[in-house]
C-alpha cells in the first residue's frame, strides 16, 4: 500500500481502511505534499493546459532524491502542484480525503463491526483488496450500518 503515480488509486485508500481497523492508530503522517523537484534540465514552472485539453506540459517523474538513481518513485512527496493561481489538488490527494472520510465512518461503528468489515478489504499492508467495487460496497454497507444505528 502505497501513494505513488503509478500505484492503483485503491491501494492509497486502503491505507486508511488499515489503520481504520487498528483503534490504536489516531493519524496518518506524512514528510511532504509539495516537495516539486523538476528535472535538471528543465526549470520547474506552473502547470500549464496543451490546446485547452485535460493534457498538461507536467512532467510528473519524481527528481527529489537526485543525484541518487536508486531512489525512484513518482509521486512521493507531492500532492499539490504548482498551478497558475496557486497550488492544485492532485487525484491521490481527493483520493486520501475519501480515505479519511472512509476512516470517520467506520470509527462511527462497534470496534468489531469496523474491524470485520475492514477485513473484507485489507488485513496488511501486503494482504489487500485490488478490487474497487468490493471496496465501494464495503463502504456502502459501513454507511447503511451506521444509518440503522443512528435510526435506533
Given at each position: 500500500?502505497?501513494?505513488?503515480?503509478?500505484?492503483?488509486?485503491?491501494?492509497?485508500?486502503?491505507?486508511?481502511?488499515?489503520?481504520?481497523?487498528?483503534?490504536?492508530?489516531?493519524?496518518?503522517?506524512?514528510?511532504?505534499?509539495?516537495?516539486?523537484?523538476?528535472?535538471?534540465?528543465r526549470t520547474r514552472t506552473v502547470i500549464k493546459r496543451i490546446d485547452n485539453t485535460a493534457k498538461t506540459d507536467w512532467d510528473p517523474a519524481?527528481?527529489?532524491?537526485?543525484?541518487?538513481?536508486?531512489?525512484?518513485?513518482?509521486?512521493?512527496?507531492?500532492?499539490?502542484?504548482?498551478?497558475?493561481?496557486?497550488?492544485?489538488?492532485?487525484?491521490?490527494?481527493?483520493n486520501i480525503c475519501d480515505g479519511l472520510e472512509d476512516v470517520e465512518l467506520?470509527?462511527?461503528?462497534?470496534?468489531?463491526?469496523?474491524?470485520?468489515?475492514?477485513?473484507?478489504?485489507?488485513?496488511?499492508?501486503?494482504?489487500?483488496?485490488?478490487?474497487?467495487?468490493?471496496?465501494?460496497?464495503?463502504?456502502?454497507?459501513?454507511?447503511?450500518?451506521?444509518?440503522?444505528?443512528?435510526?435506533?
Amino acid at each position: 500500500l502505497n501513494t505513488f503515480i503509478e500505484r492503483p488509486l485503491i491501494r492509497t485508500r486502503l491505507l486508511f481502511w488499515l489503520g481504520a481497523g487498528n483503534f490504536g492508530v489516531s493519524g496518518w503522517l506524512y514528510y511532504g505534499v509539495d516537495i516539486w523537484r523538476g528535472p535538471p534540465h528543465r526549470t520547474r514552472t506552473v502547470i500549464k493546459r496543451i490546446d485547452n485539453t485535460a493534457k498538461t506540459d507536467w512532467d510528473p517523474a519524481n527528481y527529489v532524491w537526485l543525484p541518487r538513481h536508486d531512489i525512484f518513485a513518482n509521486g512521493d512527496g507531492y500532492f499539490l502542484y504548482p498551478g497558475p493561481e496557486g497550488p492544485l489538488p492532485s487525484v491521490r490527494l481527493h483520493n486520501i480525503c475519501d480515505g479519511l472520510e472512509d476512516v470517520e465512518l467506520l470509527r462511527m461503528l462497534p470496534e468489531d463491526k469496523a474491524r470485520n468489515l475492514v477485513r473484507q478489504l485489507v488485513r496488511s499492508s501486503t494482504d489487500f483488496t485490488k478490487n474497487p467495487a468490493l471496496m465501494e460496497s464495503t463502504r456502502r454497507s459501513a454507511a447503511e450500518a451506521v444509518t440503522a444505528m443512528l435510526a435506533g
